[in-house]
């Protein structure tokens, strides 16, 4: 029996979403609840992909199979129960025995949340503090060039990746309705390669800044070489807000 | 040389504002780093009001003295240079010797964040996650019978405290515009007891889910027993807003 979930995190205090030898994970705190529920079987899960250290998600996916059909809300709740409170497992529901987690997206939305006020340490792990006024416009208008199918290789870090074509297919920028200095970025793509997002809102901050131009996009994508693109911006303000695997 | 500065601290890992022998503490913090701006000398702040463990604050206000005239903006910037991210100073004025940061308070604001939807584990140590329906006439009855000058002792830890008289001048019940599940309490008074804004929310949580109607209010503040009033409102939802020194 295979199970989709959709869950959320704080990503904080981990050394991102996947399993490695050393640090705690949002994967391995999820099998960990899982091996106990499976009568002490190890239970792998299948995410939409990793999400790096320090990277929020609003509602991630992952599948994982059962030997057997167990009620999903049950398993939910009993999931719930037994997970750090920085998980929180939104929903459980079965699918074709064939779906797969990451082989099946359509799309993702990542969203970016900046603050061009004063500093403030209540939401420094899930705003970045940019602390500086950004030229919006120029910046939306830096977003817009991103937009379409590119080659990205100057927004990831060059090693075993061999495919840097991607498609953005939207993107906006938002001024939070209360707080004129709270701004998110949004993206929806087919895929990101790694780093893809923050290096372009990196980008778009040194455009905000005055430090490059909104057309300079088009001449940075054209470079193929990371070394053309703004910074990497923080994980703080990063959050994988959405997977859409329907037509 | 007097000084008044205003700062907001993020006080989920901290054991409260005030020092004490184990554990972080917000003023601890500050006072780390003002001694080594004055050239190590101890130097004590004199806060508005304590705040407990977990709770944090937006604008809370603290004296010091210092022999000497430093600019203020200077100070400012050197203090935040040096302190803990989870500490911000916001502003730093210089005031009258006689002014003193607890007994000249004239009111202070405290509100209180919660989440009446689905367990959010983003904000979990910022807004308190009820993930209850709450009926929010009901409470916002409640929080009317508790404005006025009342003897507060069904509120709060009796211990050495002798005093029990205090005022709510204001309060009210906000609905948040864009996610209608998170709600704001806010309580603007001329002095809290300890532990009295989480008891009042408690008990409006009580009110919220039914268990208690709006008119127990009248009978708990009557009773002036604690057992009569509602549980205490978890840490996190709690922000010291603001403090009043001005006529």
């Given at each position: 029996?295979?199970?989709?979930?959709?869950?959320?995190?704080?990503?904080?205090?981990?050394?991102?979403?996947?399993?490695?030898?050393?640090?705690?994970?949002?994967?391995?705190?999820?099998?960990?609840?899982?091996?106990?529920?499976?009568?002490?079987?190890?239970?792998?899960?299948?995410?939409?992909?990793?999400?790096?250290?320090g990277?929020?998600?609003?509602?991630?996916?992952?599948?994982?199979?059962?030997?057997?059909k167990?009620?999903?809300?049950?398993?939910?709740?009993?999931?719930?129960?037994?997970?750090?409170?920085?998980?929180?497992?939104?929903?459980?529901?079965?699918?074709?025995?064939?779906?797969?987690?990451?082989?099946?997206?359509?799309?993702?939305?990542?969203?970016?949340?900046?603050?061009?006020?004063?500093?403030?340490?209540?939401?420094?792990?899930?705003?970045?503090?940019?602390?500086?006024?950004?030229?919006?416009?120029e910046?939306?208008?830096?977003?817009?060039?991103?937009?379409?199918?590119?080659?990205?290789?100057?927004?990831?870090?060059?090693?075993?990746?061999?495919?840097?074509?991607?498609?953005?297919?939207?993107?906006?920028?938002?001024?939070?309705?209360?707080?004129?200095?709270?701004?998110?970025?949004?993206?929806?793509?087919?895929?990101?390669?790694?780093?893809?997002?923050?290096?372009?809102?990196g980008?778009l901050?040194?455009?905000?800044?005055?430090?490059?131009?909104?057309?300079?996009?088009?001449?940075?994508?054209?470079?193929?070489?990371?070394?053309?693109?703004?910074i990497?911006?923080?994980?703080?303000?990063?959050?994988?807000?959405?997977?859409?695997?329907?037509k």
């Amino acid at each position: 029996m295979r199970y989709l979930m959709t869950f959320s995190y704080d990503g904080s205090k981990y050394q991102g979403y996947q399993k490695q030898p050393n640090g705690k994970t949002i994967q391995e705190e999820i099998e960990k609840s899982l091996f106990k529920i499976a009568g002490n079987t190890a239970i792998t899960i299948h995410a939409s992909g990793r999400t790096d250290a320090g990277v929020h998600a609003i509602n991630q996916k992952a599948h994982f199979d059962l030997d057997y059909k167990i009620e999903v809300d049950r398993l939910k709740h009993s999931l719930n129960s037994m997970i750090s409170n920085d998980v929180y497992i939104k929903k459980i529901e079965i699918v074709e025995n064939d779906f797969h987690a990451r082989f099946d997206v359509i799309s993702k939305e990542y969203i970016y949340k900046l603050n061009m006020g004063e500093y403030n340490p209540i939401e420094k792990d899930y705003v970045f503090q940019c602390c500086e006024k950004l030229d919006i416009n120029e910046m939306m208008r830096g977003l817009k060039y991103l937009e379409g199918t590119h080659d990205f290789r100057s927004f990831t870090k060059v090693d075993e990746e061999k495919d840097f074509e991607r498609t953005i297919i939207r993107t906006n920028l938002l001024i939070d309705s209360k707080n004129k200095n709270l701004i998110t970025f949004i993206f929806v793509g087919t895929g990101f390669l790694r780093y893809q997002v923050r290096n372009m809102v990196g980008t778009l901050i040194e455009i905000g800044k005055g430090k490059k131009k909104s057309t300079d996009i088009i001449d940075i994508l054209e470079a193929k070489d990371r070394r053309k693109a703004g910074i990497t911006a923080p994980s703080s303000g990063l959050y994988l807000n959405n997977v859409d695997y329907s037509k």
